[in-house]
């Protein structure tokens, strides 16, 4: 039996499908699979976004990457439907960096002043994937749910699929007439999106822990309904 729909997000889908069908990305009548595509990717995209508009208080040096979450999160489904894999994939791959730039910032001032300096600095992914994994918010749960392994492997799997495309005409009217939706395509987003707000979520709820009891029931569920059964005993028991 499917779960229960949630109002809140029940009522975006509708005006995000009626959007989507003015703009030609999704048919009138829907079949069941690109339907079915479309509510997943909408529910873990919406559960993304929810984090700019309900975690208050964010200082200076964290705010802009929530801010770049949500951004990223906002333009997933349209690109996925309009057929442009390798964009929704740096998309996502954005909101996995930005998550860790996140933890990274939100503990370092003076480092996101230097970032934005004259004289560049740059933390390599690398080094953001060190700190989350030695982070003491996520250090006694890794083990038990592997949210940054999970980030990390996806992040190789996304950074291999954008880095593996070819283009085999040199008309660009003709490849980008090959540029169109593809049901299989969908499906692999859907995954890809959904474990990575999976794992920011859960990071995320973690990290802001308190922050994250007070927010509003309804917006609580639709986090944790993005979060499987072990993650979200885990958070329970924080």
Known sequence: MPPVAIPSVARDL??????LQRANL?????GRELLAGVTKLHQATYSLILWRFRLRKIPNHGRPFIEEIAS??????PHALAGYVKTTHLLTRGIIENTLRYLYFSDHPIEFQKMNS??????????????????????????RFHAIGNLKSLYGELSGSIHGGRVTDLEMRVALNKIVFE??????HVRFVGKCAEAVNFVLSTFHVEKF???????????????SAPGRRILSDL
């Open 72 to 77: 990223d999160a906002l333009q997933i489904l």
């Open 26 to 30: 999704v048919p009138t009548c829907p």
């Open 183 to 188: 049901q299989k395509a969908l499906d692999q």
């Open 213 to 227: 009891r007070a927010f509003h029931a309804e917006d609580r569920r639709i986090i944790l309904r993005s979060i």
């Open 14 to 19: 509708d005006g995000v499908l009626a959007f």
């Open 118 to 143: 004259a004289k560049k600095w740059y933390l390599e992914p690398r080094e953001l994937f060190e700190y989350a994994t030695s982070h003491p918010c996520l250090v006694p749960v890794e083990t």
